[in-house]
């Protein structure tokens, strides 16, 4: 019910005409008694009203203090309370669709499907430690071997989804690297398509790092211009390199860019790619097509086959090839996201953790079961899994772990 109203103060002076609703304890959010008051949006009102209620033992809530109450009460578990958070925060489809169906239940419901299966075999285990003189017949262990191998497998399928699940929640990273003046900036603004980083004739201009949000096929990509790679640089250029040699493992993707009209471009090329053999996840842009003749970009196809390398070729100037590279960005991209139809995916990193710690101990299960070890070693390390698929859901949690998980909500919610 919505009452119309007023707010007073002490001397009886009319502050606002509000509406306030009542929502019952167990029909509430919170699962407590809750008022919402709905005063005139001004921020002089609001204060005028907050300074009224502040004078009855009443304080500001903390961030994300109603859904941590909500978690307490019962009403939802951790895995819902986080979805909260990822939901408001969601940036693109994918990652506001993930979020919605964990907290509808998906996550949590898998989770405890994984629970009541750990506890079943849990179960068999500690009748093994009653009954110690009945040995475990082949028949059985099979049975036990076949039990655990489904939670192994199925906490790994988790683990792997992490993957793309961090490219949901974060964006897929792009990170363009490559020698000084190459023309890193220059693609970084094209594919802006604004002049946002600096672009100069002399080699070391970019010293930091540079981050923007593009949208390349309905997919959210963060993309980070860096400070040119090479050995003879001052401090400030070194710093840079730092970063950009970060940015560059972080990276989902790494375009490294060469400037082919350079002579030496193959012979630094093939040096650079020792490093860039370790990323594994590098396309190589060959740029400033327009100002190398013909005839050499043809003997440059041939010389990047040679060298084992796909390389597409580009001109940030003239803007040829730049299609063919979103392309390309694309497709690895699309090879990348999974089909949230049909796959549970897990996008938090304390969920992916949680499921390591479990796999953990699954394992050494395993082996214990294999090797007919005593039942009663079995059975800790059933329940070392079972603690950990439980902080993930919030059946077993600590005040740190949910100090850490609500301080990311904002007030209000
Ligand atoms: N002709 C030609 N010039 C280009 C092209 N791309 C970049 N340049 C020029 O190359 C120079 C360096 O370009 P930047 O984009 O600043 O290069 P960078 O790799 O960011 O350089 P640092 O930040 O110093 O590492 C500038 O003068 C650009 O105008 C291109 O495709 N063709
Ligand atoms: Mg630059």
């Known amino acids: 019910m919505l009452y119309y109203g007023s707010i007073i103060d002490n001397k009886k002076n009319i502050i606002d005409e509000v509406t306030t609703v009542h929502m019952p304890a167990g029909k509430s959010y919170t699962g407590q008694d809750q008022a919402e008051i709905f005063c005139h949006g001004g921020q002089f009102v609001l204060k005028q009203i907050l300074q009224e209620i502040y004078k009855y033992d009443v304080r500001p809530a903390e961030p994300g203090e109603f859904t941590r109450r909500a978690f307490l009460a019962g009403r939802i578990d951790l895995t819902k309370a986080e979805a909260v958070a990822d939901l408001i925060a969601s940036k693109t489809e994918y990652s506001y669709r993930s979020a919605r169906d964990n907290l509808l239940g998906e996550l949590s419901q898998h989770i405890n499907i994984l629970r009541d299966r750990t506890i079943i075999l849990l179960a068999e285990s500690e009748a093994a430690i009653d009954y110690p003189e009945e040995d475990l017949d082949t028949v059985e262990k099979k049975k036990q071997i076949k039990s655990i191998d489904y939670l192994i497998n199925n906490v790994k399928e988790l683990i792997d989804s992490y993957r793309s699940g961090k490219i949901i929640k974060e964006g897929y990273k792009i990170a363009i690297a490559g020698r000084p003046n190459a023309g890193k900036s220059s693609l970084f603004n094209l594919l802006l398509n604004q002049s946002r980083a600096i672009v100069t004739p002399t080699p070391g201009t970019t010293r930091d790092y540079l981050t923007e949000w593009i949208e390349l096929d309905g997919h959210a990509v963060s993309l980070t211009d860096t400070a040119g790679l090479r050995r003879s640089a001052s401090a400030i250029e070194k710093s840079g390199q730092q970063f950009a040699e970060v940015e560059m493992k972080r990276a989902d993707m790494v375009i490294w860019m060469a400037d082919i009209s350079k002579k030496s471009w193959k012979a630094t090329l093939k040096s650079d790619l020792k490093k860039l053999n370790k990323l594994g996840h590098v396309l190589i842009v060959l740029n400033k097509t327009d100002i190398t003749n013909k005839m050499a970009i043809k003997y440059i196809s041939f010389a990047i086959k040679e060298l084992g390398i796909c390389g597409l070729f580009l001109s940030c100037k003239t803007k040829a090839g730049i299609k063919s590279l979103k392309h390309e960005l694309i497709n690895s991209m699309n090879k990348n996201m999974p089909d949230l139809t049909d796959r549970l995916i897990v996008t ?66």
């Open 348 to 413: 938090s990193e304390r969920h992916k953790k949680k499921l390591a710690g479990s796999l953990k101990y699954f394992k050494k299960a395993k082996v214990g079961i294999e090797k007919e070890i005593s039942p009663e070693l079995i059975t800790f390390e059933l329940r070392q899994a079972l603690n950990e698929i439980d902080e993930i859901t919030g059946r077993v949690y600590t005040e740190d772990i949910l100090d850490e998980i609500f301080s990311r909500f904002c007030i209000g919610k």
